[in-house]
């Protein structure tokens, strides 16, 4: 059976997927909105290169050729095997598990009868420890290159290469280093915003978490919630 990490973001998702990809064979797949474009590894969280290699639809693509829902979930269909194993949330990972809707261009959100039998584990965190933890994460990518990385999309953006319509430019921190770049807003006033808005994305995946992806067990569909990521370090 095909396996499934999802969780909000900073709980572990990439962490637990990079250990798996270092101690098995198991395929492992990004469906990670963000995790997609090499331009931005420091900025989406992109595993180390030691277990990258492992990966498919990591940093395979430039901010220059976007990819849309519709089209991730087309080009993951013939990929879910039940040796592989997917790593994101939302509307990404909902396209590459459940297809697309009627009209053939935007992921199915954990609506519908599943592409093929999964297990899903959620990780789920205590609340204060992953809002402290978003926050030193906020500190650690700027000590990475972060600003540097959004001076290099700055760049590519004033030269058009990159459209600015990308949705991709309204990734969380991307947005903000860029506000920042244009004269906008101080350092110190961005990497506040920055991590007020981590928090809210962490609490709106929540939510849509316990909305789509509920406990539950049948032939078709397990999902089992996890607050101790030690408790799941393998996968069969």
Not at 123 to 129: G, I, N, Q, S, Y
Request: proline fraction near 5%; include cysteine.
């Amino acid at each position: 059976m095909l396996w499934v990490i999802t969780g909000p973001t900073g709980s572990g998702k990439t962490a637990l997927a990079e250990a798996e990809a270092l101690n098995s064979k198991r395929s492992i797949f990004n469906a990670d909105a963000y995790q997609f474009y090499r331009e931005i590894p420091i900025l989406s969280n992109q595993p180390a290169e030691a277990s990258a290699k492992n990966w498919s639809f990591l940093a395979d693509r430039t901010l220059s050729n976007p990819l849309s829902a519709g089209d991730f979930g087309r080009m993951a269909a013939e990929h879910l095997q039940s040796d592989s194993l997917w790593v994101g949330t939302g509307l990404y990972l909902g396209a590459a598990l459940y297809g697309l809707d009627s009209d053939g261009r935007k992921g199915t959100p954990f609506q519908s009868k599943a592409r093929v039998p999964f297990k899903m584990c959620v990780l789920d965190p205590d609340r204060k420890e992953l809002y402290r933890s978003l926050d030193k994460r906020v500190d650690d990518m700027m000590k990475k290159g972060a600003l540097d990385e959004a001076r290099n999309v700055q760049r590519l953006m004033e030269r058009g290469s990159v459209a600015v319509s990308n949705p991709v430019l309204k990734a969380i921190g991307l947005k903000h280093l860029l506000l920042h770049l244009g004269g906008t807003v101080g350092l110190e006033e961005t990497l506040r915003l920055w991590k007020r808005d981590t928090r809210r994305l962490a609490k709106r995946q929540w939510t849509w978490l316990r909305k789509f992806c509920p406990p539950t067990r049948s032939e078709q569909v397990q999902i089992e919630w996890i607050s101790n990521l030690a408790s799941r370090r393998a996968f069969p």
